[in-house]
């Protein structure tokens, strides 16, 4: 299939699975146990991040917390027909997708292919489409722009430097992302404070002051285990990636797995300094 929901299983133990520096030596295979059943890694591998369990306890506050994002959901469409929701695909925007279409609200789900996106990643915008009946919106970057960055500098300028890797972001996801929000009222994210220091100040509602439309987080105050406890109450289509370490999923070539004590955006343009990621 297309997609693995979370009672997916993870690789096959018997098929090698090493990590090695190279961000595209990983083993894409099929999933094989539940979630709890995740095999640890041999004395030979570092061990890999994990979907984290959840419990008791974020099965008590689930009930609240949806209800909650639907509430606030509805207000944005009662507020803002037509606003434009950018799905990264991730399963925070996921669960955002998952309470849209359930509520059969009026706005609008995006999503940007990027050109460099995981096989994973791009199958999943096929999953979501057949799961739930609907047509994202898929935004692409301006190929001739595309081209000649990689002309100009090479396919793996990212690597070179900071104000390469921006300059390669802006062509495929910013120009991308600005034609979807065009003529938008206002548009929604899937960021949670507790993401990254970087977003600790998100609120529900914002002003993007850049497009002078309004900007809002419906899922700003939920934690990691509240997200997976959605995630596997409602049974939401998921990137595969999610079971071979890769906890924050971007481009390929600027995402890796990240270990089991690292933070979980560790593995986003790892070659670079904390200070220069956004």
């Not at 390469?164 to 034609?179: A, Q, T």
């Not at 970087?198 to 934690?223: G, Q």
């Not at 979980?264 to 220069?276: L, M, Q, V, Y």
């Given at each position: 299939?297309?997609?693995?929901?979370?009672?997916?299983?993870?690789?096959?133990?018997?098929?090698?699975?090493?990590?090695?520096?190279?961000?595209?030596?990983?083993?894409?295979?099929?999933?094989?146990?539940?979630?709890?059943?995740?095999?640890?890694?041999?004395?030979?591998?570092?061990?890999?991040?994990?979907?984290?369990?959840?419990?008791?306890?974020?099965?008590?506050?689930?009930?609240?917390?949806?209800?909650?994002?639907?509430?606030?959901?509805?207000?944005?469409?009662?507020?803002?027909?037509?606003?434009?929701?950018?799905?990264?695909?991730?399963?925070?925007?996921?669960?955002?997708?998952?309470?849209?279409?359930?509520?059969?609200?009026?706005?609008?789900?995006?999503?940007?292919?990027?050109?460099?996106?995981?096989?994973?990643?791009?199958?999943?915008?096929?999953?979501?489409?057949?799961?739930?009946?609907?047509?994202?919106?898929?935004?692409?970057?301006?190929?001739?722009?595309?081209?000649?960055f990689e002309q100009e500098f090479g396919?793996?300028?990212?690597?070179?430097?900071?104000?390469?890797?921006?300059?390669?972001?802006?062509?495929?996801?910013?120009?991308?992302?600005?034609?979807?929000?065009?003529?938008?009222?206002?548009w929604l994210t899937g960021q949670r404070?507790?993401?990254?220091?970087?977003?600790?100040?998100?609120?529900?509602?914002?002003?993007?002051?850049?497009?002078?439309?309004?900007?809002?987080?419906?899922?700003?105050?939920?934690?990691?285990?509240?997200?997976?406890?959605?995630?596997?109450?409602?049974?939401?289509?998921?990137?595969?990636?999610?079971?071979?370490?890769?906890?924050?999923i971007g481009c390929e070539p600027c995402?890796?797995?990240?270990?089991?004590?690292?933070?979980?955006?560790?593995?986003?343009?790892?070659?670079?300094?904390?200070?220069?990621?956004?």
């Open positions: 299939k297309a997609f693995f929901p979370l009672h997916a299983r993870p690789p096959d133990n018997n098929v090698p699975n090493k990590l090695s520096d190279d961000p595209f030596c990983r083993k894409r295979g099929r999933l094989k146990t539940k979630i709890k059943e995740q095999p640890t890694m041999s004395l030979f591998r570092p061990q890999l991040w994990t979907i984290p369990t959840t419990g008791e306890a974020e099965r008590r506050r689930l009930p609240k917390l949806t209800a909650t994002l639907e509430t606030r959901l509805k207000h944005i469409a009662r507020r803002y027909p037509q606003a434009v929701f950018a799905s990264s695909l991730a399963v925070e925007d996921m669960i955002v997708t998952d309470a849209i279409c359930r509520l059969k609200l009026p706005l609008r789900i995006i999503t940007l292919d990027t050109g460099k996106l995981n096989p994973e990643t791009a199958a999943l915008i096929t999953a979501v489409n057949v799961r739930y009946q609907t047509e994202l919106e898929v935004f692409h970057p301006d190929p001739e722009s595309a081209r000649q396919a793996t300028a990212m690597y070179d430097s900071v104000e390469l890797r921006r300059r390669c972001c802006h062509i495929r996801k910013i120009e991308p992302l600005n034609r979807a929000l065009k003529n938008a009222p206002a404070r507790s993401q990254s220091a970087t977003r600790s100040e998100l609120n529900f509602e914002e002003t993007d002051h850049s497009r002078n439309i309004a900007k809002f987080n419906p899922i700003f105050d939920w934690e990691e285990n509240d997200v997976w406890a959605y995630a596997q109450a409602y049974d939401v289509p998921l990137n595969a990636l999610y079971f071979q370490g890769y906890p924050s995402t890796r797995p990240v270990k089991a004590d690292e933070d979980i955006r560790a593995g986003r343009w790892w070659w670079e300094s904390k200070d220069s990621k956004e």
